[in-house]
């Protein structure tokens, strides 16, 4: 019927179809039910625990089930959409994630729950790289920057709200209702959509290159597999060092089909544009920094000061609430000024958050988090829509949905990096400086007990054994807190060389071509 419509000059075209700032409301609706998952997930897992019965290691995976099935798809599904209609595409991956959300809500099996988590994962995998596609399709290039910017807000609004109304809907409702809150979102999403975008895909591909599609699957399988257990397995595990010379393997692999295949799942060619190679850089190390970095403030505030999730989330709202403010400025200042000097601003202002951040003491007050993680927000607003733009608005518009999955895939992997390693890092500076604060309170460990407490002191808990006196409990809990906050601000130390880094190589992004459809070798 499409088809048919389009065929017939004199068919009436429905009001706002097509309409570039009815399609970012519209994507932007899909985003916000996939961030406010992301978010509320996290406040609903100790419930979840308990009704269910799940051990610690199940409730990691209903986060790393998701994370590995978005992380392993997300390219795959950008050239899907590419191939078959981005509109296509966005719409299925809406309608599957609220369903798959229904299904969660529904369920009373933590196996089960992990599984349609997986599913929810690869319809999640199909939205995002989708929506940075119709976007570039919309928007003429001096103004994508400005749309991703306001794309970044509703991420950041939705991101602030997650916490907020995780936090309302667990204690008051129950933990199914953070999963069917996704269900009437869902609907508006996929109505609204269906009315205001219009379709868009590659003309020029015809088939999709399931060799490719394997090969890359299975080397971001396991490569992400690899950094999800390495802190069980330990880094210099035969399981660990197996997975990551698989995913050598099969990227080399990839790589090499990649130069001969017809119609490549990745045409390489998309890296010898600078700025898509060095935007991508971009994207790892800015997750690098930001997902590790903040992975271990959510132990600080509940471990160290014994807040619940919801005041937790309430302590870092000033960077959630700031980012909608920050992004629409960032993607002014880049529609103004280009990439190069709003990127590498905002990497030295992340680096100087990182800073605050590595000064935190046992005592510090909501001002004291406040305003760094404010200036965090100002600071990598300008990365995430900077970057964003440099890798899609400088990809042909036949590979938008390929750039936006690769955009989204470097993230997950800069991220999930940034977790693995820092987590690393902090683990061995805490069992490094653990007997030096166990000596000056006088309590006595042999290197077998505090390899033991090591594990638990990482992650902000005091193990202090039951029935202890108070004044061992509160000795054992001081040498604690003091070691794990010395861990806290090795890694944000970490963070801060990341950023700054991260600032030098934004020196060298250029605006690169901006023509449609610029020519790229995909044979």
């Not at 017809?262 to 997902?291: C, D, K, Q, R, Y």
Request: aromatic residues 8%; glycine residues 12%; contains cysteine.
């Amino acid at each position: 019927m499409a088809q048919a419509l389009a065929a017939r000059p004199d068919a009436p075209v429905r009001r706002g179809h097509g309409h570039p700032w009815l399609t970012l409301l519209a994507v932007a609706l899909g985003v916000i039910m996939v961030m406010l998952d992301g978010t509320v997930v996290a406040i609903a897992n100790p419930v979840i625990g308990k009704e269910l019965g799940a051990s610690l290691s199940d409730l990691q995976w209903i986060t790393s089930g998701y994370l590995l099935a978005l992380a392993v798809f997300l390219i795959t599904a950008g050239k899907l959409g590419d191939l078959f209609g981005h509109k296509s595409v966005f719409l299925v991956g809406i309608a599957g994630f609220a369903l798959t959300s229904l299904a969660i809500g529904l369920t009373s099996s933590i196996g089960m729950l992990i599984a349609l988590r997986v599913l929810q994962g690869l319809f999640g995998a199909l939205l995002q790289p989708a929506a940075l596609a119709l976007l570039r399709a919309a928007f003429p290039a001096e103004k994508l920057g400005m749309a991703i910017g306001i794309w970044g807000a509703a991420i950041g609004m939705s991101s602030a709200a997650g916490p907020i109304v995780g936090g309302l809907l667990v204690e008051n409702v129950s933990w199914q209702s953070v999963f069917f809150i996704n269900v009437p979102v869902g609907v508006v999403a996929l109505l609204v959509g269906f009315w205001v975008i219009k379709e868009s895909k590659a003309e020029s591909l015809s088939k999709v290159d399931w060799l490719g599609v394997v090969l890359l699957s299975g080397a971001m399988f396991c490569l992400v597999w690899a950094i999800i257990k390495a802190p069980g397995y330990g880094w210099a595990d035969a399981k660990t060092l197996g997975f990551l010379a698989g995913a050598v393997v099969l990227g080399a692999a990839f790589v090499f089909w990649q130069t001969r295949a017809s119609e490549p799942l990745l045409p390489l060619s998309l890296f010898s544009n600078a700025s898509v190679s060095i935007g991508t850089a971009l994207m790892v190390l800015m997750a690098f920094s930001m997902f590790g970095a903040m992975f271990f403030l959510t132990f600080y505030f509940q471990g160290v000061h014994g807040l619940s999730p919801l005041e937790s989330g309430m302590r870092m709202l000033p960077m959630s609430a700031g980012m909608i403010v920050a992004s629409p400025l960032a993607g002014v200042l880049l529609s103004k000024f280009g990439p190069k000097v709003p990127i590498a601003v905002g990497m030295l202002i992340t680096a100087t958050s990182m800073f605050l951040l590595s000064r935190l003491g046992l005592e510090a007050g909501y001002i004291d988090t406040a305003i760094p993680f404010a200036l965090l927000a100002f600071g990598l607003s300008p990365v995430m829509v900077g970057a964003t733009e440099v890798i899609v608005g400088n990809s042909p518009e036949s590979l938008s949905g390929v750039a936006g999955g690769m955009q989204q895939s470097a993230m997950q992997v800069g991220g999930s990096l940034g977790t693995a390693v820092l987590g690393a890092l902090i683990t061995a500076k805490v069992a490094d400086v653990l007997p030096g604060h166990l000596a000056a309170v006088k309590i006595p460990a042999t290197a077998a007990q505090v390899d033991a407490m090591s594990s638990a002191v990482a992650l902000g808990v005091a193990p202090v054994p039951p029935g202890s006196p108070k004044p061992i409990a509160d000795a054992l809990t001081q040498a604690s807190h003091l070691s794990f906050l010395d861990g806290m601000h090795f890694g944000f130390g970490v963070s801060v060389i990341v950023a700054v880094v991260a600032a030098a190589l934004a020196l060298f992004v250029r605006a690169g071509r901006k023509v449609e459809d610029a020519p790229v070798h995909v044979g």
